[in-house]
């Protein structure tokens, strides 16, 4: 990579340091009080550091490069007034601005889960304001000409994922496993521990499964030629955008993802555009690949992925439904939480780590042989992607337990209000099987769905 | 007769760390009326804070507004801007006219000379207009801005702010008592047989 995702401005940084604490990989260096540096060797690209940065450039200081040059440096769209700060990630808004008003590209866009209980936030509505319809509303009023959604490729990703899990366990194929839709924690295992990387689920992740349906599936339903589609994503994450370009994820035979925006970014580019985002009635999202489950939208907080999981995994095994579809034990905050699921005759041992240096032990004991869990659960964020580095950037440290905390509820809530709760009843995933991929694990799901991982250790 | 002293806010500087978070916790308390809610993508204007950090080679510390009960600034003031509310100093900042006189009196910097928003927006001077380059142009207002000790909710919101505890509200009597008290343990020891 040659222009880092995540930087340190020079000119602003104080050396205050408190980016370095909560790195969860000590890719800060510096002494106190001068300039830090961020070694992009180590760096997972999580963007907590761009979260808690508290040194803003002034408009009033006149010793330093002006601030619109520094904007524009960062691909920031001119009209956004909102203060810059030393941490920093560079943004693509403007590439998708133009994208955007090109008639020649098929514009598709898809939302992470995480987005929808903090877009709003950006425009004074209270934190953790569940907002999917006005979300789908800005997205069509900005002009994209399918709003398809990453939750539904999350169902996606439960469906192969879960049948993983199952082969791996009866067939005695290799345990733990790991989820790999995290990129952060990806790129750790890569760099920290690629002799464990045969752990790591083989599935993508929902944004780039979501982005080769897209550019496959969603192609063929539309009648478009894939190589006008321009296939945006929009992240709580920074590190979405290190992952949409990773040289192996073309399996459509274009890049599957073409720009990911994050949260911020796309807030930014309602209001570049004059959309009045707070007063927007409430829009649906496009079927195909657009309609998902409650399963779906919780993998954006710590826990999700594997209630997600359960609530599939539970019924493909023994054939019957979930008795308690709300795995409130499976719920919880930063660290690692464990539990025991009775499943039939099965007792799977499932592990949930969030804040990426809290899986560190548990690699050790994988390591040594000493792990007896089936399945693990890791996110590099806190509380899960609800405090990923792309959300919406609290003023106030006070606020940020009150923003994840509302973030959470407003993902679990969302969850129990929707119709369809487990991945395997959404029609739309159903009726992708029949017409298009067969079923999972089969020839096509693993030739589209499914990736390696690379050794990044020297 | 006045028997309170103004308190005010100190800061200690082998805590500090230049991190300028009690500048954006200062920024935003008081910008409410700009629609400043709790994210950074709610900030339209610049962030005008009442404390300023000030880093140099070998130190750094946010220096603010000491209250000064005898307040030069207050008694500079020709318009009468500045009043002592409670104990605090406080400027009006709709009859501040931006003569910097207050600003030329502190002793101690405290008082920056800055644009005044409201709603988002720079307010616009009444009549005075600059010439610009299609002739004259609006110009906005500038006013005097320093530390007014949170008075909307009475408590400092830098103070609680710090991640290194490095600012304190300091109540002179308290402060005195304690150090009173401390001088007096150590003559005791002193003295002791």
């Known amino acids: 990579m040659s222009i880092n995702i995540v930087n340190i401005d020079k000119e602003l940084c104080t050396g205050c340091r408190r980016c370095a604490e909560v790195c969860p990989v000590n890719a800060i260096e510096g002494e106190e009080g001068k300039t830090q540096t961020i070694n992009s060797d180590r760096c997972v690209i999580c963007g907590q550091c761009v979260q808690i940065c508290s040194v803003y450039a002034s408009n009033f200081q006149d010793d330093i490069t002006p601030i619109d040059v520094k904007k524009d440096e960062r691909g920031m769209l001119e009209s956004i007034k909102e203060p810059i700060f030393a941490a920093y990630n560079i943004g693509q808004a403007k590439l998708v601005k133009e994208a955007l008003a090109n008639p020649n590209l098929y514009k598709l866009v898809q939302c992470a889960p995480a987005v929808r209980v903090a877009l709003a936030e950006e425009f004074g509505l209270p934190l953790g304001s569940l907002t999917p319809g006005k979300m789908a509303a800005a997205l069509r009023s900005l002009n994209f000409d399918r709003i398809y959604d990453t939750n539904f490729a999350a169902d996606l990703t439960i469906m192969e994922e879960g049948s993983e899990l199952i082969k791996r366990v009866t067939e005695g194929g290799t345990l733990p496993m790991f989820t790999s839709c995290c990129p952060a924690w990806v790129k750790f295992a890569e760099q920290e521990y690629p002799e464990l990387l045969n752990h790591l689920s083989s599935c993508k992740s929902p944004q780039q499964m979501g982005g080769a349906m897209i550019k496959t599936y969603g192609a063929k339903i539309d009648d478009i030629d894939p190589a006008k589609i321009f296939s945006v994503s929009v992240m709580p994450c920074t590190c979405k955008k290190f992952e949409c370009d990773r040289p192996e994820m073309t399996d459509s035979g274009y890049k599957d993802v073409d720009v990911v925006l994050t949260t911020r970014e796309l807030a930014q580019l309602i209001k570049d555009m004059g959309i009045d985002f707070k007063n927007l009635p409430d829009e649906e999202f496009d079927s195909a690949l657009g309609n998902y489950t409650g399963a779906g939208t919780i993998f954006g907080v710590t826990g999700g992925v594997m209630e997600a999981a359960l609530r599939t995994g539970y019924e493909l095994i023994t054939k019957e439904p979930i008795p308690n579809i709300d795995l409130e034990f499976i719920r919880g905050n930063e660290g690692v939480r464990t539990a025991v699921v009775k499943v039939g005759n099965l007792e799977l041992k499932v592990a949930m780590v969030s804040g990426l240096k809290n899986v560190v032990p548990l690699l050790e004991d994988v390591k040594k042989g000493k792990c007896d869990f089936h399945f693990i659960e890791v996110m590099t964020c806190p509380e899960g992607c609800v405090s990923g580095g792309g959300q919406p950037k609290l003023l106030l440290e006070e606020c940020r337990p009150i923003a994840y905390k509302a973030r959470k509820a407003a993902t679990y809530e969302h969850d129990s209000k929707l119709e369809l709760r487990k991945s395997h009843e959404n029609p739309d995933i159903v009726k992708l099987y029949d017409e298009f991929l067969g079923e999972p694990l089969g020839h096509k799901s693993h030739h589209l769905l499914h990736t390696k991982y690379v050794s990044r250790k020297e | ?193």
């Open chain 2, 1 to 193: 007769m006045k028997t309170i002293s103004n308190s005010f806010v100190i800061a200690d500087s082998s805590k500090c760390i230049g991190c300028k978070v009690c500048e954006v916790v200062c920024f935003t308390v008081h910008n409410e009326n700009n629609n400043v809610i709790a994210t950074v993508g709610t900030v339209t204007t610049p962030i005008i804070p009442r404390l300023n950090v000030i880093k140099g080679e070998n130190f750094v510390v946010p220096i603010q507004c000491r209250h000064c009960d005898d307040a030069p600034c207050a008694n500079v003031c020709p318009v009468r801007a500045i009043k002592q509310v409670n104990n605090t100093i406080v400027i009006n900042e709709n009859d501040c006219i931006g003569c910097k006189t207050c600003l030329m009196a502190c002793p101690v910097g405290a008082i920056d000379l800055l644009p005044q928003y409201d709603n988002g927006e720079e307010v616009i001077q009444l009549n005075l207009k600059q010439e610009g380059e299609n002739g004259l142009e609006e110009t906005g207002r500038n006013i005097a801005y320093k530390c007014d000790l949170c008075k909307e909710s009475g408590k400092p919101a830098c103070v609680n702010a710090c991640p290194q505890k490095a600012l304190t509200l300091v109540n002179i009597s308290t402060e005195k008592k304690s150090r009173n008290k401390a001088a007096a343990l150590s003559l005791l020891q002193t003295f002791k047989k």
